[in-house]
């Protein structure tokens, strides 16, 4: 904890500015930041004031070298305005709720927010033996990854993870979606599916199934009810990347695979077509039927997603 670099901000009045350019005159840095009356050192702490009278400490001991002026400023002026970058830091921090060294089998989606392009859905199986190796290729942070780096990441996890992966694409969707499969029935369907794909515990001994979360494990049991084969066991975690590698990696590939597709598809209509279900989705729907007709919106995109009324309109 003492190592952390921390960073907390004071705003002070024109008394308080006055003491402090006086006291780090003797500590002052040769060179000030763009706006700032100046910087100076107090031990491994760095102080910059702005001419808008906020100062900034940023150190290990950013704390300790704040107090003193936190507390002149309360005597000035009877309260003080500070911020510390630390706290915030804390709160966003996950925690974790299995270990992270683990072996695990993990499941996540793709596509199901998206208009165009097929649902992907990968289960991954990671041993302790890959954590380094994920996490040295940035894996933990695959939320944040983009198109380009999972274009480069993924053909290196695929080398060494196991994974199974199932495309429906948009003909199979429009097909089976009904008033009895909605979108959640659906989802639980096919992680089910990829999953089973590792129910064999001798060939791929885990210590967590993980999926990531998207409606409580009793409706997610309830929608399997016609399965033959149920995976039991699962761990239903939210924002289950974070805390599993093996749903980082199933949620890489799936992105992945998902960005393969929507190639083919730009390329088949030879327009680009985009991810998600906003505007631009709408007016990409009205220039294919006008180059295609609108049974090509079947072939190619969930038609039970409102975009196709606003576009056959
Ligand atoms: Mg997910």
Not at 54 to 78: P, S
Not at 265 to 288: N, T, Y
Request: include cysteine.
């Amino acid at each position: 904890m003492a190592q952390k670099v921390i960073t907390k901000v004071l705003n002070v009045g024109e008394k308080t500015k006055e003491m402090m350019v006086e006291y780090f005159e003797d500590f002052k840095r040769e060179k000030t930041p763009p706006y700032a009356i100046f910087q100076a050192d107090d031990g491994d702490t760095v102080v910059t004031m702005y001419q808008s009278g906020k100062v900034v400490f940023q150190g290990r001991d950013a704390d300790l070298a704040a107090d003193f002026w936190i507390e002149t400023e309360k005597i000035n002026y009877g309260k003080a305005e500070v911020k510390s970058s630390d706290d915030k830091k804390e709160k966003k921090e996950v925690e974790r709720k299995i270990p992270l060294r683990i072996n695990s089998i993990g499941s996540d989606e793709v596509g199901t927010g998206d208009y165009f392009g097929p649902i992907v859905v990968t289960a991954a199986y990671v041993t302790k033996d890959n954590i380094d190796f994920l996490l040295e290729l940035g894996v933990k942070d695959s939320k944040k990854m983009s198109d380009s780096e999972i274009k480069k990441v993924v053909p290196e996890i695929i080398k060494k993870i196991p994974y199974h992966t199932f495309v429906l694409n948009n003909k199979q969707y429009n097909e089976l979606y009904s008033s009895d499969m909605n979108m959640n029935k659906m989802k639980a369907i096919l992680h089910n599916k990829v999953l089973s794909n590792f129910a064999d515990k001798g060939k791929y001994p885990y210590d967590y199934i993980v999926v990531d979360q998207f409606e409580n494990p009793r409706s997610y049991y309830n929608h399997l009810s016609d399965a033959k084969f149920k995976v039991y066991n699962i761990t239903f975690l939210t924002k289950a990347e974070d805390q599993c590698l093996s749903v980082a990696c199933a949620s890489l590939i799936s992105r992945y695979v998902f960005l393969i597709e929507m190639d083919k598809i730009s390329k088949d209509v030879d327009l680009e077509i985009p991810k998600g279900a906003g505007d631009i989705v709408d007016s990409v729907g009205k220039e294919i039927i006008k180059k295609f007709g609108i049974e090509k919106l079947n072939q190619i995109s969930k038609i039970n997603f409102k975009n196709t009324e606003k576009i056959i309109k």
